[in-house]
C-alpha cells in the first residue's frame, strides 16, 4: 500500500517535471529579478521565481518546488544585501547544491551591482529592523536595473560558455532597448520633480531618488515597527499644514495605513506596483516603470 | 538531478521530523485534552520566543545554542507559572493560558518597538517550516525524543503537575522551530480528538497510525499540488481524524 502510494506520487511528479532539454536552471528570488533573467537567457534559461509581487520577499511559505528547484539550480539570482536573509542562507544551506552556494559562481547577488543608498553610519538598534549593508530595495531606479543586467549578462556567459555569445547578444540588445526606454521615463518623470509626497517607508527610496520626489514624511519610520500614536498624531498635524501631493504605497502593502492618513488629512493614496507582477499592467521590467510613472504622473494632473 | 529526485528527496527529512514530533505529541496531547488546556502550546511556543527577544534585549549576542537555552529557560519559567496557577485558580486555568499567550506575545512587541533591531528575523527565529528542516535540528529532535519517551513511558504516572509542565514546555520549544505552530497544535489535539471515544487501550496506537499516515498523505499531496506543506498536512490530518473519529463504536469505550 505505501510502495504504491509512493510509485503513483513518483509517476506523477516524474510526468510533471521531466525537462525539455537542457536549459540553465535559475532560482531567482524575487519577480523582478526573475523577469530579467528572462530577458538576458532568453530560451537557454528555465527560471522559476520564489516570491510574487504581492508576497512580502522577507518572508516566504515553503513549497516542495522551492526547494527542489535550489537542489537543481545552476544558478540563483538573488537580491541580496540581506533582503533574503530570513530564508534563502537556510534554503540554501539544507539545499547540499554546491553549484550555488554564496560565493561561487552559480550564486548571483543583483545588489552587489549597484552602489546602495541608506547605508547606515553605524548599526544602531534604535532605528528599526533596518539592513546594514544599506536599502536593498534598489530594482525602482531603472540606472540600477541596467548595471544588475550588465552584471548578469556576464554570469550568465560565465558559467554556460557554450552559449556565450548569445548571451553577450541579448545583453547588448537588452541595453539599448533599456536605454531608449530610460529617455522616455526620464521625460515623463520630469514633471514630477520636487513633488510632496508620504511614503510608507524607505522600500521607495530608489524611486523617490531618481524621479526627484520630495519625501515629507514615512507613516512607518521605523520599518518593521508599528508607528507609535504619538508619531502619528505629529504626522496628521505636520501634514494639515503642508500637505503632499499624495501618499505612496506599494501593492504589496497592506493598505490599512495609507487610507487611514488619506482619509485624515484628504490625500489620495496612489498604489505603485513596485514589482513585476505588483499590478495587471506591469508584466516585465519595462512595462514596470510605465505602469509607475503613468501612476504617479494622473495623480499629479 | 531532476527535480523529481529533488522532490522525493524533500519528502523524507519532513517526513521524518513529523514522525518524530508526533511521538512526542500524541501521548501530549492526550494529557492536554484531558486537562482541557488545549491552547497551552501556543502559550509555551510565544513564551520561548519572549525568551529570545528579552535575552537578545539585554545585551546577549545569541548565537546557535545560547538562542536555545534562552528559549527553553523562558518556556520552563512559563511552563512553572502555569504549574502554580493551575493549583492556585484550577477553575480558570485555561483562560489564564488564553491571557499567558497574549501577554507574550504582546510583550514582544512591546519589546521590539525600543529595540527592534533583527526583529522580524528574531520573531521567525522560533517559527520553523517542516520543509526547511535540517539534519542538525533532526539530530536534536531525535535525542530529545527518545529521552522523553523514556521518561513518559517509565514515570508518567509519578511525573505530577510540575513534571507534565516541564516537559511539555521542552518538546514543544524543539517542535515549534522544528515544524512550525500550526503543525504543532495540529499534531497534539487532533489525533487526541479523533481518538477520544475509541477503546482507551487503543487510542495511543491510532493516534500514532493517524499522524504517521497524515504526514505522509498531506507530504505527497503537497508535492503533487506544489501547495505550502504545513496547511496540506494540517487539512490531511482533519480529514483523516473525522474519518477515523467516526469509526469509534460507543461500546468500545471504557
Redesign the interface.
Known amino acids: 500500500m ?1 510502495r504504491r ?2 510509485m503513483t ?2 509517476a ?3 510526468g510533471a ?3 525539455a532539454h537542457a536549459e540553465l536552471r535559475i532560482l531567482a528570488t524575487t519577480a523582478d529579478w526573475g523577469a530579467l533573467a528572462i530577458e538576458l537567457g532568453g530560451d537557454k534559461v528555465n527560471v522559476y521565481t520564489a516570491t510574487s509581487a504581492l508576497q512580502d520577499v ?2 516566504v ?9 535550489a ?2 539550480a545552476d544558478l540563483v539570482v538573488a537580491n541580496g544585501a540581506d533582503l533574503e ?3 534563502l542562507p ?2 540554501l ?2 539545499s547540499g547544491n554546491a553549484k550555488v552556494r554564496p560565493g561561487t559562481p552559480g550564486y548571483f547577488e543583483a545588489a552587489a551591482a549597484v552602489k546602495l543608498t541608506d547605508v547606515p553610519t553605524a ?8 539592513h546594514p549593508y544599506g536599502n536593498p530595495h534598489i530594482q525602482l531606479d531603472p540606472r540600477n536595473v541596467a548595471e544588475v543586467a550588465r552584471a548578469l549578462s556576464a554570469r550568465l556567459a560565465a558559467i554556460d560558455p557554450p552559449d556565450a555569445a548569445y548571451y553577450q547578444q541579448r545583453g547588448a540588445d537588452f541595453q539599448s532597448r533599456w536605454q531608449q526606454a530610460m529617455a522616455r521615463w526620464d521625460a515623463a518623470a520630469a514633471p514630477l520633480k520636487g513633488i510632496p509626497v508620504v511614503v510608507i517607508h524607505q522600500d521607495q527610496s530608489y524611486l523617490c531618488r531618481w524621479i526627484g520626489l520630495n519625501r515629507l514624511a514615512a507613516i512607518e519610520p ?1 520599518p ?3 508607528p ?1 500614536a504619538g508619531y502619528l498624531a505629529q504626522l496628521t498635524t505636520q501634514l494639515s499644514a503642508d500637505k503632499p501631493k499624495m501618499i505612496l504605497r506599494n501593492a504589496y502593502n497592506d493598505p490599512k495605513a495609507a487610507e487611514w492618513l488619506s482619509q485624515k488629512i484628504g490625500v489620495p493614496v496612489v498604489t505603485l506596483p513596485f514589482s513585476v507582477g505588483g499590478t495587471p499592467e506591469a508584466k516585465d521590467l519595462f512595462s514596470l516603470f510605465d505602469d509607475t510613472l503613468r501612476r504617479l504622473s494622473e495623480a499629479v494632473k | ?4 529526485m ?5 519528502l523524507w527529512p519532513a517526513l521524518l521530523a513529523g514522525v518524530l514530533v508526533s511521538l512526542s505529541h500524541v501521548p501530549l496531547g492526550q494529557q492536554v485534552l484531558k486537562r482541557g488546556i488545549v491552547f497551552i502550546d501556543l502559550a509555551i511556543a510565544q513564551v520561548a520566543a519572549l525568551g529570545v527577544i528579552i535575552a537578545q534585549t539585554i545585551g546577549l549576542e545569541l548565537h546557535g545554542w545560547m538562542t536555545q537555552v534562552a528559549a527553553v529557560v523562558a518556556a520552563l519559567l512559563g511552563a512553572m507559572l502555569l504549574t502554580w496557577t493551575e493549583r492556585r485558580r484550577p477553575e480558570v486555568q485555561e483562560a489564564l493560558i488564553g491571557v499567558l499567550f497574549v501577554l507574550a506575545s504582546t510583550a514582544q ?1 512591546l519589546l ?10 528574531l520573531k ?1 527565529l522560533l517559527a520553523g ?6 539534519s542538525d535540528q533532526l539530530l536534536r529532535a531525535a535525542v530529545l525524543t527518545a529521552i522523553f519517551l523514556a521518561v513518559w513511558f517509565r514515570w508518567r504516572t509519578r511525573m505530577g503537575h510540575v513534571g507534565f509542565y516541564v516537559v511539555f514546555a521542552v518538546m514543544v520549544t524543539m517542535s515549534v522551530q522544528l515544524v512550525g505552530v500550526y503543525l504543532v497544535f495540529t499534531t497534539l489535539i487532533v489525533p487526541a480528538l479523533a481518538t477520544y471515544r475509541h477503546a482507551a487501550g487503543r487510542q495511543l496506537v491510532l493516534g500514532y497510525a493517524l499522524a504517521a499516515v497524515s504526514y ?1 498523505a498531506g507530504l ?1 499531496a ?3 499540488t ?5 496547511a496540506v498536512i494540517v487539512w490531511a490530518m482533519a480529514v483523516l481524524a473525522i474519518v477515523l473519529h467516526l469509526t469509534a463504536r460507543p461500546a468500545d469505550r471504557r
Open positions: 505505501l502510494l509512493t506520487v513518483a506523477l511528479i516524474l517535471a521531466l525537462p522577507h518572508k511559505d515553503a513549497k516542495p518546488s522551492l526547494v527542489a528547484r537542489r537543481t536573509i530570513g530564508w537556510v534554503l544551506q539544507e548599526v544602531d538598534r534604535s532605528m528599526g529592523d533596518i521605523k518593521g515597527v508599528p507609535s | 538531478m531532476s527535480d523529481f529533488a522532490n522525493l528527496s524533500i512587541i521590539l518597538a525600543n529595540d527592534p533591531h533583527g526583529g522580524e528575523e521567525d517550516q517542516i520543509l526547511w528542516v535540517s505522509l505527497a503537497s508535492v503533487i506544489d501547495l505550502p506543506s504545513s
